[in-house]
């Protein structure tokens, strides 16, 4: 019994140290990749600020805070092969060959709507939200936005997009192992639009209703999608069990 116990704890410390060296080469990787990140961050900068135009800072350290800002984001980015590379190594052992066959299927579409996400947030929400947002100052206020409130804005948005776009594909691969069913997603609608706008209030960086019903609109439509794309992959009725 003494044997099994040290046994255990033998096998929680390897796989704690394995968690903290894994740790170390994800930072590593992010830091490296940064440097590259940094040095094309007025690259990024011109790309991110086109839907609001000239931007100002307001304190003699903000610029170059905003550029660390930057190279740290793009870093994470141009390390993100690294880093899922070691997730992947860490979580692999502990799932079956089953669930390894579904998240090697399902995470190119991952990636691919993450980007459909943040490139329907730059291309089309952010350009009009900027400019319903901007025209409440009307013609006696004139926009002074600071560089970092800016980013930090953007960089929410987008990320946001991303994360809210993989609803349907969370919802497919639950469906598929069984543990949503569609009927379950259309009776519980009013919740799910209650959930929705919360989450949508909580992700978004600023507080005005616009900016959530950005947000929420997507959601609903992709929360819709996903019972759609529920009822197509889920079993035959006669082949439920309930």
Same mark, same amino acid.
């Given at each position: 019994? *003494?044997?099994?116990?040290?046994?255990?704890?033998?096998?929680? +410390?390897?796989?704690?140290?394995?968690?903290?060296?894994r740790l170390i080469v994800c930072l590593f990787a992010i830091g490296l990749s940064a440097i590259p990140g940094y040095l094309f961050s007025?690259?990024?900068?011109?790309?991110?600020?086109?839907?609001?135009?000239?931007?100002? &800072?307001?304190?003699?350290?903000?610029?170059?805070?905003?550029?660390?800002?930057? $190279?740290?984001?793009?870093?994470?980015?141009?390390?993100?092969?690294?880093?899922?590379?070691?997730?992947?190594?860490?979580?692999?052992?502990?799932?079956?060959?089953?669930?390894?066959?579904? +998240?090697?299927?399902?995470?190119?579409?991952?990636? #691919?709507?993450?980007?459909?996400?943040?490139?329907?947030?730059?291309?089309?929400? #952010?350009?009009?939200?900027?400019?319903?947002?901007l025209s409440y100052g009307g013609e006696s206020l004139e926009p002074m936005i600071s560089i970092m409130t800016y980013l930090s804005f953007?960089?929410?948005?987008? %990320?946001?997009?991303?994360?809210?776009?993989?609803?349907?594909?969370?919802?497919? &691969?639950?469906?598929?192992? $069984?543990?949503?069913?569609?009927?379950?997603?259309? *009776?519980?609608?009013?919740?799910? %639009?209650?959930?929705?706008?919360?989450?949508?209030?909580?992700?978004? =960086?600023?507080?005005?209703?616009?900016?959530?019903?950005?947000?929420?609109? =997507?959601?609903?439509?992709?929360?819709? #999608?996903? +019972?759609?794309?529920?009822?197509?992959?889920? =079993?035959?009725? $006669?082949? *439920?069990?309930?």
């Amino acid at each position: 019994m *003494r044997r099994e116990e040290d046994t255990k704890k033998l096998t929680l +410390i390897e796989h704690l140290n394995e968690l903290r060296w894994r740790l170390i080469v994800c930072l590593f990787a992010i830091g490296l990749s940064a440097i590259p990140g940094y040095l094309f961050s007025d690259k990024l900068l011109s790309i991110l600020v086109r839907p609001v135009g000239k931007l100002v &800072f307001l304190a003699p350290t903000e610029a170059l805070m905003a550029k660390l800002k930057l $190279g740290l984001f793009g870093g994470f980015f141009l390390a993100l092969p690294v880093v899922l590379y070691q997730v992947w190594g860490f979580i692999s052992c502990g799932l079956t060959a089953k669930e390894k066959r579904y +998240i090697l299927i399902y995470f190119p579409f991952s990636i #691919l709507l993450f980007l459909v996400g943040v490139g329907f947030c730059y291309f089309f929400v #952010l350009p009009l939200g900027v400019k319903i947002l901007l025209s409440y100052g009307g013609e006696s206020l004139e926009p002074m936005i600071s560089i970092m409130t800016y980013l930090s804005f953007v960089m929410t948005l987008l %990320i946001s997009f991303g994360i809210t776009f993989e609803l349907p594909l969370g919802v497919l &691969f639950l469906t598929r192992i $069984g543990l949503i069913k569609p009927r379950f997603l259309s *009776r519980n609608r009013r919740y799910a %639009i209650l959930i929705i706008f919360i989450v949508a209030a909580i992700l978004t =960086p600023t507080v005005d209703i616009v900016n959530q019903l950005f947000l929420a609109i =997507p959601l609903l439509l992709l929360y819709e #999608l996903s +019972i759609i794309i529920s009822r197509l992959v889920s =079993p035959p009725r $006669g082949n *439920r069990k309930d």
